[in-house]
């Protein structure tokens, strides 16, 4: 089985000040590791993703993600936060070596930046 | 450029109501895809389909069934609605591997 924690509900930061929204995750074999944004009353949005290579991943908007295969965790991160950037954010796992195409979502991390 | 389109937008059943979702892609992806989102729980799998042809149970597949028209149309049935299925649902498809999933704007669906 596959699945991702995203052990907070909520992630406060100011405006200029860098961001980290967790994420950690569980499969058998090599994960494909992928983040998400929701704004209100849409649909996901794909930032970025990790399939092999460089642990640190780049993405839209100025996000980024870091890939860490010990502690099974793949974290948003972007240096200097924006009002705009506040929104739903969603990690998603599935394994790369199963027929199983479909995605495992995590529960959402509710980022609200101040200005 | 559409993308992925979702119809009806919102809905408000009876318990015991049918009805069916809509969604059609317009990227000529090859897989489609139907989650539910529920407060603190994220998105749950209903059902995806691979390929034009093939449909294969996600997680949480009681009481809905699909359909794969075509390349295009991937529809979701609700058979017998339950106050359970009240949540919005998402559509979504994907060139498959390791390519995103290109996401509707959902359908927000109240069951009473």
């Known amino acids: 089985a596959q699945s991702v924690a995203q052990p907070e509900d909520q992630v406060n930061v100011a405006e200029g000040n860098p961001l980290t929204v967790k994420c950690t995750y569980s499969?058998?074999?090599?994960?494909?590791l992928f983040w998400y944004v929701q704004y209100p009353n849409r649909g996901l949005q794909f930032l970025l993703k990790y399939i092999t290579g460089d642990n640190l991943v780049k993405g839209s908007y100025g996000f980024e993600a870091e890939f860490n295969k010990s502690q099974t965790s793949f974290h948003l991160k972007k240096p200097s936060a924006l009002v705009s950037d506040s929104a739903l954010y969603f990690c998603?796992?599935?394994?790369?070596?199963?027929?199983?195409?479909?995605?495992?979502f995590g529960s959402g991390t509710r980022l609200q930046v101040q200005p | 450029n559409a993308g992925v389109t979702q119809t009806p937008k919102f809905q408000v059943l009876k318990t015991g109501q049918s009805m069916t979702l809509q969604c059609a892609q317009d990227?000529?992806?090859?897989?489609m895809y139907w989650y539910r989102q529920d407060p603190g729980m994220g998105l749950r799998l209903i059902y995806y389909s691979a390929s034009e042809g093939t449909t294969d149970k996600g997680e949480v597949p009681n009481g809905y069934n699909v359909s794969r028209l075509n390349k295009r149309e991937f529809s979701l049935r609700l058979e017998s609605a339950a106050p359970s299925q009240t949540s919005v649902y998402f559509c979504?498809?994907?060139?498959?591997?390791?390519?995103?999933?290109?996401f509707g704007n959902g359908t927000r669906l109240t069951v009473t």
């Open positions: 499969v058998s074999g090599n994960p494909y």
């Open positions: 998603a796992v599935r394994a790369s070596d199963t027929g199983r195409r479909a995605l495992t």
């Open positions: 979504a498809s994907s060139q498959g591997g390791t390519s995103p999933l290109h």
């Open positions: 990227m000529n992806h090859n897989s």
